[in-house]
T-cell receptor
Framework: EPEVTQTPSHQVTQMGQEVILRCVPISNHLYFYWYRQILGQKVEFLVSFYNNEISEKSEIFDDQFSVERPDGSNFTLKIRSTKLEDSAMYFC??????????FGEGSRLTVL | GENVEQHPSTLSVQEGDSAVIKCTYSDSASNYFPWYKQELGKRPQLIIDIRSNVGEKKDQRIAVTLNKTAKHFSLHITETQPEDSAVYFCAASMVSADGLTFGKGTHLIIQP
């Protein structure tokens, strides 16, 4: 069964450093998303991406965040200058237009 | 934007009994309501969803009901089993391709 894959599974970084989280969505999917989940809390929407541009973003997705689809398969989330409060599990997700949203296994980011 | 409230935050039921989790949403334009199950340390996985053109949907032991007038929807699990223990999240969006707004989650504990 096709899956959304994410790398790295866990990243530890120093505050102020740049981080790039990578995702490979399911190949025939058209909509791509990043969500985050702070430990023990709810899943929060960050950004959606369609047709090579951001279609929607939340208040959390400020100027420190950016997304890119550098080639036909990868979808990346960059955090330019990490803060302690960026520590969370980051989930990539994808779907066909009106179908089920499939989540990746997540990338755990720890900012020290 | 959309706001989703979910209750209860923790629910403990005896194995074999039924469990009901309730959510309300704020945006009357929302028309897609999925439920996700998240086991500890794992990704959220869709268990059932409902669209606003129906009032109820059932899949074996799981059912979801939707009341658009009152802007609330509920998850019903019958004949609960130990493997039902997890955190359950409701979510809502205006169209199925939008970013989902999640509730805070319900930790369901099935007592043997």
């Amino acid at each position: 069964e096709p899956e959304v894959t994410q790398t790295p599974s866990h990243q530890v970084t120093q505050m102020g450093q740049e981080v790039i989280l990578r995702c490979v969505p399911i190949s025939n999917h058209l909509y791509f998303y990043w969500y985050r989940q702070i430990l023990g809390q709810k899943v929060e929407f960050l950004v959606s991406f369609y047709n090579n541009e951001i279609s929607e973003k939340s208040e959390i997705f400020d100027d420190q965040f950016s997304v890119e689809r550098p080639d036909g398969s990868n979808f990346t989330l960059k955090i330019r200058s990490t803060k302690l409060e960026d520590s969370a599990m980051y989930f990539c997700a994808s779907r066909v237009a009106a179908g089920e949203l499939f989540f990746g296994e997540g990338s755990r980011l720890t900012v020290l | 934007g959309e706001n989703v409230e979910q209750h209860p935050s923790t629910l403990s039921v005896q194995e074999g009994d039924s469990a009901v989790i309730k959510c309300t949403y704020s945006d009357s334009a929302s028309n897609y309501f999925p439920w996700y199950k998240q086991e500890l340390g794992k990704r959220p996985q869709l268990i059932i969803d409902i669209r606003s053109n129906v009032g109820e949907k059932k899949d074996q032991r799981i059912a979801v009901t939707l009341n658009k007038t009152a802007k609330h929807f509920s998850l019903h699990i019958t004949e609960t089993q130990p493997e039902d223990s997890a955190v359950y999240f409701c979510a809502a969006s205006m169209v199925s391709a939008d970013g989902l707004t999640f509730g805070k989650g319900t930790h369901l504990i099935i007592q043997p």
